[in-house]
């Protein structure tokens, strides 16, 4: 699910685009010929993230722009430690700035807020799952933050897996009659799951043959019981209230996946700065 370089450098003109506009007036005060070198710092603890989307945004104003990389996605990084260091035209790297660091910080707090859940779950056999409540337009973006945290995907949208939920349920009459449903109409997808909303439904779930199934907002108490009354069946994935103080104890019921909106819903961006060197 990672973004190809073209998707890449199509969010970033339009970022660029809706930033710039007609052209940078403040950037225009400084003399084209200028260079500068800049250090982007990081001054959180956090998940490297960004890159790609750094180059593209530096690439796209000005190919004689040179950045030097210190860090890799996906390595830990600590408060004070510098990314990569810039080279080139002012304008350019005045122009680019905050479009460079918005992309960045955004990844970087993904892949961050991944990493910290991920850790909870070491010596458990659970997996954590993102969700598709993802910044419209950087869904692709985001899911590949969230694999650099140690994170996984899980579908990318509505056409790559189906999903039944409450409401699909209702419109289909029952459970059973919606995983049929889906079962004739699946083609090639791989990805037929159920949302269910307590053991009742859990049961008629697993009658009808659900071999993967959704456990929505159940408490830890019910997870143990409906992981009891699974008894392998089928995998089984916990949804809701899914925080760093709570994964663990989710993970430890027997669980297959745990699927967190919050990593890529309530990004808390990661600061990062970027600093000219001085004359």
């Keep these: 699910m990672n973004p190809s370089q073209e998707q890449i450098h199509q969010q970033v003109a339009l970022a660029l685009s809706e930033d710039i506009g007609a052209g940078d007036l403040t950037a225009s005060l400084i003399s084209p010929s200028e260079c500068v070198r800049a250090k982007l710092i990081c001054r ?5 993230c960004g890159r790609d989307w750094v180059d593209a945004v530096f690439e796209t104003l000005d190919t004689g722009v040179q950045i030097d990389w210190h860090c890799e996605d996906g390595d830990d990084l600590h408060a004070g430690q510098t990314w990569c260091i810039i080279e080139g035209s002012v304008r350019a790297i005045l122009s680019g700035e905050r479009t460079a660091l918005n992309f960045a910080q955004l990844l970087a707090g993904t892949a ?43 579908r990318l949208g509505l056409y790559d897996g189906i999903l039944i939920k409450e409401n699909h349920i209702r419109s289909a009459g029952s459970i059973k009659s919606a ?76 669980v297959d996946f745990i699927s967190c909106g919050e990593i890529t819903k309530n990004v808390r961006a990661i600061d990062l700065s970027l600093q000219f060197d001085s004359r």
């Design 44 to 48: 959180d603890e956090s998940v490297a």
């Design 112 to 154: 961050t807020a991944t990493r910290i859940l991920v850790r909870e779950l070491q010596d458990t056999q659970a997996q954590l799952l993102d969700t598709r409540k993802t910044v419209p337009g950087l869904r692709l973006a985001q899911k590949y933050a969230v694999q650099c945290g140690g994170g996984n995907n899980h």
């Design 179 to 254: 995983l049929a449903a889906a079962q004739n109409h699946a083609g090639n997808v791989d990805l037929i799951e159920i949302e269910v909303e307590n053991l009742d439904e859990l049961s008629q779930a697993l009658q009808a043959g659900a071999r993967r199934i959704m456990l929505d907002n159940f408490s830890v108490t019910q997870l143990r019981s409906a992981v009891e009354l699974n008894q392998g069946q089928a995998q089984l994935e916990a949804s809701g209230n899914v925080t760093a103080e709570t994964i663990r104890k989710i993970a430890l019921t027997g």
